[in-house]
């Protein structure tokens, strides 16, 4: 076709969605010779809406179009057109080529003030949204219905003008308006991550182990204290950890085996697991917890890899020291880097989780740190964090959508 007699239309077709109509518009242009420059289609609550350009001869274009209408007329649809100059595709050409990238929000419920302040701050940054999409199941309207979570993903493009600054005010409006987000450059890793690192107290499990072991041994309110300060990140991990150790100092050994019975497990992480692992995921436990528990979450949940602390024990009696190397957040890092090498799996994708203090270096290596129901100083450095659901929210931050997943793990 000669550039200077083609033409380029853009339809827009709206009405109540049913099957067929995108084959009914396609052949009466495939009766011309008509190339497709784009083709898009949004389906909201059994309304469609859906564009198509192409690229006619000017000699054909009356025919298609009185055609088209005659269609849309018999099939009670609405049809409009748009003529498109060379000039308006060769920009809207030059603008695919932009950077993408992913914003996700995430709920017990998704209100219009949330999207908004989202929406809002992607403007300013000077993003425009592509797609808008729904990953959750359908919202009930009986909002008293256990487990509601509403998630959405935008699909933007454009170069934000001050990325940090962007994160920041999405963190802030999170806290405001209790909702989750994760931005993330849409890439191909973005879709195939691989590995995925946990801390486990507070974050796979909703204690403190060391604080229950504590209890156990009569020191409580002592060692609580010091786990508090040092999650936070008020005092230095290795000198924490050494000091409550040593608090344990004769606790009987089935005390161990008690505790590990019954772990408080966080929601959502039975679904979490089932889809990571049927998804091909390699999963692992980077904890400055006790190796002892870890162990049994890796049981329970087939875990790939678990690296903690070891208490020693003599005569079946806690010996108040530890063996080998303490696992703190900087050694957190380095297991999360050297798994990602074992595993031949690129830094871009590996995901961490976690809550304290010591987690804030391997969220930050990771390709997607996320902090989870995190301590104050966590939220604040993590680029993205989970505060309003379980802990299968990461899931939604990964792309899965609830109809992919099967009925075991929709449950
Ligand atoms: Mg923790």
Redesign the pocket.
């Known amino acids: 076709m000669d550039k200077t007699n083609t033409e380029l239309v853009l339809i827009r077709i709206s009405g109540l969605d049913r099957p067929g109509l995108t084959a009914s518009i396609t052949d009466i242009l495939s009766g011309y010779d008509v190339d497709i420059m784009d083709i898009g289609q949004a389906d909201i609550h059994s309304t469609l809406s859906l564009g198509i350009l192409f690229k006619c001869s000017e000699q054909d274009s009356g025919n298609i179009m009185k055609n088209l209408l005659f269609k849309a007329s018999e099939l009670g649809i609405n049809i409009r057109f748009y003529p498109i100059s060379c000039e308006e595709y060769e920009e809207w050409v030059s603008m695919q080529g932009k950077n993408r990238y992913i914003l996700t929000l995430l709920g017990r419920k998704l209100t219009a003030q949330q999207i908004a302040g989202a929406t809002k701050i992607l403007a300013n940054q000077g993003l425009n949204i592509d797609a808008i999409r729904r990953l959750t199941g359908r919202v009930p309207l009986d909002e008293q219905k256990a487990r509601v979570r509403a998630c959405i993903e935008f699909s933007v493009r454009g170069t934000p003008r001050d990325i940090d600054e962007l994160q920041g005010e999405l963190m802030r409006l999170s806290s405001t308006l209790e909702m989750d987000f994760s931005f993330q450059k849409d890439t191909m890793y973005r879709r195939m991550r691989r590995l995925i690192c946990f801390?486990?107290?507070?974050?796979l499990i909703e204690t403190?182990v060391i604080d229950e072991l504590a209890k156990r041994a009569g020191v409580g309110e002592q060692v609580q204290e010091i786990t508090e300060r040092a999650?936070r990140g008020e005092i230095d991990f290795r000198e924490s950890f050494k000091e409550r150790v040593a608090l344990l100092k004769g606790l009987d050994e089935s005390v161990m085996k008690d505790i590990a019975e019954n772990l408080p497990i966080t929601e959502g992480v039975e679904r979490l697991m089932y889809v990571l692992k049927r998804y091909g995921y390699k999963i692992a436990i980077l904890s400055?917890g006790f190796t002892y528990f870890g162990n049994y979450l890796k049981e329970r949940f087939g875990i790939d890899y678990v690296y903690a602390n070891n208490l020693e024990i003599v005569d079946g009696k806690l010996t108040g020291r530890y063996v080998g190397d303490i696992v703190d957040g900087k050694r957190k890092a380095e297991l999360l880097q050297l798994i990602a090498q074992v595993e031949n799996v690129d830094i871009a994708q590996t995901i961490a989780v976690?809550?304290?203090a010591n987690?804030l270096p391997m969220l930050s290596v990771a390709g997607l740190g996320i902090a989870f129901h995190a301590k104050p100083k966590v939220k604040a450095n993590a680029k993205q964090s989970i505060n309003t659901i379980g802990l299968d929210g990461v899931l939604y931050f990964l792309g899965f959508k609830d109809s992919y997943l099967d009925e075991r793990g929709n449950s």
Do not use: L, Q, R, V
């Not at 801390?199 to 974050?203: A, F, I, V």
């Open positions: 801390d486990m107290d507070s974050t403190e999650m400055g976690g809550d304290g987690d």
